[in-house]
């Protein structure tokens, strides 16, 4: 076996030999797992994707810097560069193990992703979400292998507290890029700084945004300061390594410290000045879901939903008709429930000739029980409603108590796009008379229920669970073998 | 098969310099050790005795001057160099804190592609005494004094002809210090290796080396036979102390 390859073997094992290696993959890999989990009770590309394709990746950074830097902290290398090892090989061998390090945290995501595939396909935001891990893993890695060269000393907090500065910065600078962005102001100073970010620039290039409605229409100078960024920052690093240190110490000469500071400013200032930011260009849709705008900015209910004979909840009534029960329905499954149109008639008038239309939206099938739809009108009840919160009537005035018409639906949610949090609009129309009045008066209103894939909690929790329990059984084994 | 520049000595060099920015750590200094013998270099705690070890280990760059060892050059042969050295400093065993033994050693073993590592590694904890049932378990867990058998195992490995020690028994007690000069007797009889031994210990220095150096502020200040210092130890301590603190 060649020196790097031998040298890459020794440190991928003694990587896994630090007292918490195993312990900590497991942990971490739990709580993602956690994550994944719970992710399918929500919105799981939204939550659990950018947590653990976009933010995670970014803990690379540190880890880098103090897997670089731990060796002359801890003056192992004293012990190896006295032994007949090249640092060239040695440090390509170190890098190697990262990125293997790097690879296995992206195929320790796959087991959660099979899972969630196997449900609802293969979304575009997802597809989008796989390179954008694997190109932050790699650019985490060229930025903190370049922190962890930029220091010696005896401890490894300086480059794992700077590590972990950058990895705040990087992170923190998607939110604001998605806000300026979101507010077109994606091309303002502030704008061109969120570009400091590189899981910002990956983002911008893959074409794909988080929140924002706009994507940049060129990408060439952006994928350029990507390469600035990953290739100066590996370049760099190896520069210094091989010639402007010492095994433990800096041996730079006046020009080469320019050189560094130069190479240093140009890595960070190029993509902020030069990478896209014509947000000209409309973004492509995440996922299938459909498009519910209007919904949530009506104010004022006037649908509520109840198991069959039941009253509704008592915190009633919000857009999401079924926000208070547990579970939310199951996917391409039927659920019985009591739809109340809390209609803006006070409860002293008359209603007749009520007819209800109710359809579902984005894959949701509705069918109201035809007779009870036929009968609505003989079929009301009463309801009283706390401090002004009632339907407002024709006259403006809150009804105090009102009539409510109670139709019995079968509700089947179909095609999901998210193993959790689909939220199907459906829309209500009816029409109706008060006694002692010819005119026909119109309701209308639209809310949306909560579905989520019921067996994907389960999937989910089993599939996160596999890679924790092998690395605390690889925990426990070598705790055995070495106490 | 390997094979060596032909040099009378072991370690030569001449005008060796160190300067850390203004401040000259090592100050041209030249030696010559012969092949096979145990060395001593004693000189106070920041005298350069750790600074001019590392320069002849290829951990530091010197700032001028030369070094060679068996005739290879430190600066521009640095791999045939650490073919020929082992390098005992006081801690870095301590760092792997996390590995057994076994671990540790087989893998330089490894990485010098030493052929049957296994074997070696057993071999190199039976020549330094490390008991079996220890080898196994996390050097952390270990005695002050087994550490720096572990550590000279290492540095034994590939059969080293310049074993560079630096403070080896700093940190033991009397009975591990006594068992540790024991082992580098017994070492320097059987490997025939050029053992240089650093210690500001005199007593140390004393009992175990035939020649000595001394160092004061960078500078050799004594090159010659340890028994010219003194009959005893009170003397030689004396004569010592005289010179490690004679004016610059």
């Known amino acids: 076996m060649s020196s790097i390859g031998t040298l890459y073997v020794e440190e991928l094992a003694a990587m896994m030999r630090g007292r918490f290696a195993w312990l900590g993959a497991g942990v971490v890999l739990l709580a993602i797992g956690v994550v994944a989990t719970v992710g399918t009770q929500d919105t799981w590309l939204d939550g659990y994707g950018i947590i653990a394709y976009g933010i995670l990746p970014l803990a690379f950074i540190p880890l880098a810097a103090g897997v670089i830097a731990s060796p002359r902290a801890n003056r192992f290398v004293e012990s190896l560069f006295t032994a007949p090892v090249e640092r060239r090989d040695w440090l390509v061998a170190k890098v190697l193990v990262i990125f293997s390090i790097a690879a296995a945290y992206w195929l320790a995501l796959l087991p959660m992703m099979l899972v969630y595939t196997t449900n609802v396909g293969f979304p575009f935001l997802l597809k989008k979400f796989l390179i954008w891990s694997a190109g932050n893993l790699v650019l985490s890695v060229a930025v903190g292998t370049l922190v962890g060269i930029l220091f010696i000393g005896r401890s490894i907090a300086a480059p794992a507290a700077t590590g972990m500065g950058v990895l705040l910065a990087h992170a923190g600078l998607i939110p604001l890029q998605e806000l300026m962005v979101a507010r077109a102001d994606g091309a303002s100073r502030t704008g061109h700084l969120t570009l400091a970010s590189p899981a910002v620039l990956l983002k911008n290039a893959l074409g794909f945004t988080l929140v924002a409605r706009s994507i940049p229409t060129t990408t060439m100078m952006t994928w350029i300061s990507l390469l600035v960024v990953a290739g100066g920052a590996f370049a760099l690093a190896g520069w210094i390594f091989l010639r402007a240190q010492g095994v433990e110490t800096w041996e730079t000469s006046r020009a080469q410290r320019w050189a560094i500071a130069i190479a240093l400013v140009v890595i960070v200032v190029f993509p902020v000045a030069f990478a896209d930011t014509d947000y000209d260009q409309r973004a492509p849709r995440p996922n299938g879901a459909p498009a519910i705008r209007a919904l949530f900015a009506r104010t004022g209910a006037s649908l509520a939903m109840a198991a069959p004979g039941r009253e509704p909840p008592e915190h009633c009534c919000g857009t999401i008709l079924n926000r208070e029960s547990w579970p939310p329905f199951s996917t391409d499954e039927a659920t019985r429930q009591d739809l109340l149109l809390l209609l803006p008639v006070d409860a002293t008038q008359a209603i007749r000739d009520l007819r209800i239309d109710i359809a579902g939206e984005g894959g949701l099938q509705v069918t109201p029980d035809p007779r009870a739809v036929a009968r609505a009108g003989e079929h009301l009840e009463t309801r009283t409603y706390p401090r002004d919160l009632g339907p407002a009537a024709a006259d403006g005035h809150h009804i105090v108590t009102g009539w409510v018409a109670r139709v019995p639906v079968t509700l089947v949610p179909t095609r999901p796009w998210d193993i959790g949090g689909d939220r199907y609009p459906l829309s209500v129309n009816a029409t109706y008379r008060i006694s002692g009045d010819d005119r026909v008066r119109t309701f209308s209103a639209r809310g949306a229920i909560d579905a989520q894939v019921s067996r994907g909690i389960y999937e989910m929790g089993v599939a996160s669970l596999l890679l924790p329990i092998l690395c605390f059984g690889a925990a426990l084994q070598r705790w055995r073998h070495t106490r | ?248």
């Open chain 2, 1 to 248: 098969m390997e094979t060596y520049t032909v040099s009378e000595y072991a370690v030569e060099t001449e005008g060796l310099t160190r300067r850390f920015g203004p401040f000259v750590a090592v100050d041209g200094i030249s030696l010559n050790i012969p092949k096979g013998q145990l060395f001593g270099f004693l000189g106070l705690n920041g005298a350069g005795k750790t600074t001019t070890i590392r320069m002849l280990t290829t951990l530091l760059p010197p700032s001028g001057g030369t070094a060679r060892l068996w005739g290879h050059d430190v600066v521009r042969e640095p791999l045939a160099v650490r073919r020929l050295v082992g390098l005992v400093s006081d801690e870095t065993s301590e760092s792997q804190s996390t590995w057994t033994a076994r671990e540790y050693l087989g893998y330089f073993a490894r990485v010098r592609h030493l052929p049957g590592a296994a074997e070696v590694v057993e071999r190199s904890l039976d020549d330094v005494g490390l008991e079996q049932h220890f080898r196994g378990k996390l050097i952390g867990t270990y005695s002050t004094g087994m550490k720096r058998r572990v550590e000279i195992a290492r540095a034994l490995m590939g059969n080293p002809k310049v074993l560079f020690l630096d403070e080896p028994t700093r940190g033991l007690d009397l009975p591990a210090k006594r068992e540790m000069w024991n082992l580098l007797r017994r070492l320097a009889a059987s490997e025939q290796v050029t053992t240089f031994l650093s210690s500001h210990d005199a007593q140390e220095i004393r009992t175990l080396c035939s020649r000595i150096s001394v160092i004061a502020r960078g500078r050799i200040v004594y090159d010659g036979a340890t028994s010219e210092l003194g009959a005893d130890l009170d003397a030689f301590e004396e004569r010592l102390v005289g010179l490690l603190l004679q004016p610059a």
